[in-house]
């Protein structure tokens, strides 16, 4: 299993859909646009959290891009915050979940057990394996803001969408 070049790699953060403030349409156009923007500038290994709207669909872009350009060397990574965390998604999130799984260049399950911490120890676990952090943020607390907060506060270069957090 190939190892996170954490200076060359990116990590995702977002809202899941039923919380976002801009069409996915849009959401997914601006994160296509940032995926190809980082890989110009370099980027080669990309984090998703795995989690339903942001996370599965910038998956799914740099699965496109990584198969568009081939000739970059282009890796998905998967961090999951616990095994099952899927477990009650609609039937179309789960198969994009594991069309995702089964597509990243390694899998790293954050923690052993379900609960909030688990998601929040995966957001610290792929801000501190990347260089920058791409985010859809609509200004609500949770996790999306901290994951941004945490990303600032350890010096990590910070896109975001949205409001400022």
């Not at 568009?68 to 609609?90: C, P, Q, S, Y």
Request: hydrophobic share 40%.
């Amino acid at each position: 299993m190939k190892q996170i070049d954490k200076e060359h790699a990116v990590s995702f953060t977002g809202h899941r859909p039923e919380k976002l403030s801009i069409s996915e349409s849009a959401v997914q156009e601006w994160l296509e646009e940032q995926i190809r923007k980082a890989v110009e500038e370099g980027y080669t290994d990309f984090i998703t959290g795995m989690q339903r709207g942001v996370d599965l669909w910038a998956a799914e872009i740099v699965m496109k891009i990584r198969e568009e350009m081939r000739e970059k060397d282009i890796h998905l990574f998967a961090a999951v915050a616990f095994r099952g965390m899927e477990n009650r998604w609609e039937k179309d999130w789960h198969k994009r979940y594991h069309a995702v799984l089964k597509a990243a260049n390694g899998v790293t399950y954050v923690c052993d057990k379900p609960g909030r911490f688990a998601f929040f120890r995966r957001n610290e676990w792929m801000v501190d394996n990347s260089k920058r952090l791409i985010g859809v943020y609509t200004g609500a607390p949770g996790g999306t803001k901290e994951t941004i907060v945490y990303a600032r506060k350890h010096g990590k270069e910070v896109i975001v969408i949205g409001k400022n957090a």
